[in-house]
């Protein structure tokens, strides 16, 4: 199994959760909810964007998945 490949992918969902908090943290200032909310959701998603973007560095590169690392992924 190509662990690297696996992780490049796991780090690109990460990136789209944290993507997601972060239009969660716009909404909750669009809506005026307290303040700890709005600067917690944005806190969240800073670090998992960051995190992402971390891993997909360090996972670059060209790779062939296979069907065992598929199967890596459903774990």
């Known amino acids: ?25 716009a909404l909750s200032y669009f809506w005026q909810d307290p303040v700890a909310t709005q600067s917690s959701l944005l806190t969240s998603s800073a670090i998992t964007v960051i995190f992402a973007i971390g891993l997909m560095f360090l996972t670059r590169g060209n790779s062939d998945l296979s069907r065992r690392d598929g199967a890596g992924l459903q774990l």
Do not use: D, E, Q, Y
């Open 1 to 25: 199994m190509n662990k690297r490949v696996v992780f490049h992918i796991v780090s690109i969902v990460t990136l789209v959760i944290g993507i997601a908090m972060g239009v969660c943290s």
